[in-house]
Structures are given as structure tokens and as C-alpha cells.
């Protein structure tokens, strides 16, 4: 069974998660005006570009870098279901919301999965 919340806990918990990113990086987050947005469920759009009940969350805007040109403002989508149906706990819930934000906040700065990989086994 998962585990779930209400939208205000969720939303919560992902402040938390972004709290827990160093300032100096919120900050040039913040000067980009990057969006972190919480969505149900992929919508329709979602699901045409991919993304599927396995995706916890996604960065949608360049990809080459921070500063680079989008059609889309730079934005951060959290799935709460999608996050909640691999959850059992609210402990496991909260740990998997600060991994799929920060997962997503180092592909806004420019790592692909490999460069994530990398990073953790560095930890």
C-alpha cells in the first residue's frame, strides 16, 4: 500500500527538501526564477514526452546549461502519486521527495545520470 499525504504535506515536505540545497545554489535558482511545481499525476503532455508512472519527478528547459534559451520556463515537476506509490512510510516518503529534488535540481544545473551516479557514489 503506499503511503500518501495531502497536497499541503507534500508541498511541505518538497520546501523542506529545497531548504536542505546550499543557499548559494537556491539563489541562482532563485535569480533564474525556476519553478518547482507538484503535480498529481503526468498529465496527457506528460505522457506523449515519455514520462510514465515510473518517473518520480522531471526538469523540463535546456538541458546545456543553466543559462541557456527554453520554449518552456525552467521548471521543476514533482508526481506526488508516482513518488507515493513507491513509498511505505512517511520516513521513506520524505527521503524520496529530497532525492528526487535534488536529482532534479542537478539536471537543471547541467548533470546528466551519469554525472548523478557519480556524484552519490562520491557521498
Avoid at 22 to 42: C, G, H, S, V, Y
Wanted: charge should be negative.
Amino acid at each position: 500500500m503506499a503511503y500518501q499525504v495531502s497536497t499541503d504535506e507534500f508541498e511541505r515536505i518538497a520546501a523542506d527538501a529545497l531548504e536542505s540545497i546550499p543557499p548559494a545554489l537556491r539563489a541562482r535558482m532563485d535569480a533564474d526564477n525556476l519553478l518547482i511545481t507538484i503535480q498529481p499525476e503526468a498529465t496527457d503532455d506528460d505522457r506523449a514526452r515519455g514520462i510514465n508512472e515510473r518517473v518520480l519527478g522531471y526538469f523540463q528547459g535546456a538541458n546545456d546549461s543553466t543559462f541557456s534559451p527554453s520554449v518552456y520556463p525552467k521548471r521543476i515537476v514533482l508526481l506526488q502519486h508516482n513518488i507515493e506509490r513507491w513509498c511505505w512510510t512517511r520516513e521513506q516518503l520524505v527521503d524520496q521527495v529530497h532525492d528526487t529534488v535534488l536529482h532534479e535540481v542537478a539536471h537543471y544545473f547541467g548533470m546528466n545520470h551519469q554525472d548523478i551516479e557519480t556524484t552519490r557514489l562520491h557521498h
